[in-house]
């Protein structure tokens, strides 16, 4: 499992986690596509906004390794702001290829493109 050095461990001053520390023996936590209903509380939808920059500061428009990522925080992403590029895609591997469709994530989270720093302490 690939660390992704540099990329914040979570949303500071929060619980909400952004990596992992180690590789589950077990295998990883498989990636859904959760539902993100309109009614979600401001500090969720903040902590997903802060990840989106987060993921856009870090890698941008290229594809990434899904590593030592959160699949919990990946989820509320996942198959809309965040895609699988594998083909077939296994949820469960560490090695699976995805990429910020950034033209999605600006349309869902702009604040995420604004340059405050939200995922540096500025939430």
């Known amino acids: 499992m690939i660390k992704h050095r540099g990329f914040p461990g979570?949303?500071?001053?929060?619980?909400?986690?952004?990596?992992?520390?180690?590789?589950?023996k077990k295998g990883a936590t498989?990636?859904?596509?959760r539902e993100?209903?309109?009614?979600?509380?401001p500090a969720d939808r903040r902590a997903d906004a802060a990840f989106v920059e987060a993921l856009w500061?870090?890698?941008?428009d290229q594809p990434f390794e899904r590593g030592n990522l959160?699949?919990?925080?990946?989820?509320?992403?996942?198959g809309r702001e965040v895609v699988a590029l594998d083909d077939p895609f296994d949820p469960e591997d560490y090695e699976a290829l995805l990429q910020l469709d950034?033209?999605?994530a600006r349309a869902s989270f702009p604040e995420a493109?604004?340059?405050?720093?939200?995922?540096e302490g500025s939430a």
């Open 70 to 78: 959160d699949a919990g925080r990946l989820s509320w992403l996942f």
């Open 30 to 33: 498989p990636l859904i596509a």
């Open 113 to 119: 493109f604004d340059g405050t720093g939200h995922w």
């Open 36 to 41: 993100r209903y309109a009614d979600r509380r």
């Open 102 to 104: 950034v033209v999605r």
């Open 57 to 60: 500061l870090y890698f941008g």
């Open 10 to 24: 979570r949303m500071p001053g929060t619980d909400f986690q952004f990596t992992i520390r180690r590789e589950n």
